[in-house]
């Protein structure tokens, strides 16, 4: 069994920055598939940023050149660094992971879920 647990949410401005950490109860290096996933109310949960053990990653078009997830295998933690936010981008975003190969922004693909840390940008 897999435990994630996000922390860095918070409100901000728009233009501003937060990162997102996301700690696992097991080594990050056996996960092979590890992402981002965010969902706005109303809307449908979608995949924001995924990356595998070879550190090959996969962004939604919608935050390209804005966010960059990375992962500390040393510290059993994944990270999203999120630049210049707008309101499009509040949500409730979730840590995913699975042992299978990634990356992959389909959440149908990952097996373990964090709780979520909540993103509010505002204009």
């Known amino acids: 069994q897999v435990q994630l647990v996000e922390s860095g949410g918070g409100s901000v401005q728009s233009g501003g920055s937060l990162r997102l950490s996301c700690v696992a109860s097991?080594?990050?290096?056996?996960?092979?598939?590890m992402g981002w996933f965010r969902q706005a109310p109303g809307k449908e949960r979608e995949g924001v940023a995924a990356?595998?053990?070879?550190?090959?990653?996969k962004y939604a078009d919608s935050v390209k050149d804005r966010f960059t997830i990375s992962k500390d295998n040393a510290k059993n933690t994944m990270y999203l660094q999120m630049n210049s936010l707008n309101p499009e981008d509040t949500a409730m975003y979730y840590c995913?992971?699975?042992?299978?190969?990634?990356?992959?922004?389909?959440?149908?693909?990952?097996?373990?879920w964090g709780q979520g840390t909540q993103v509010t940008v505002s204009s």
């Open positions: 995913a992971a699975d042992y299978a190969p990634g990356p992959s922004l389909l959440d149908n693909e990952y097996n373990y």
């Open positions: 097991v080594s990050t290096y056996r996960l092979h598939c």
């Open positions: 990356i595998d053990s070879d550190g090959k990653t």
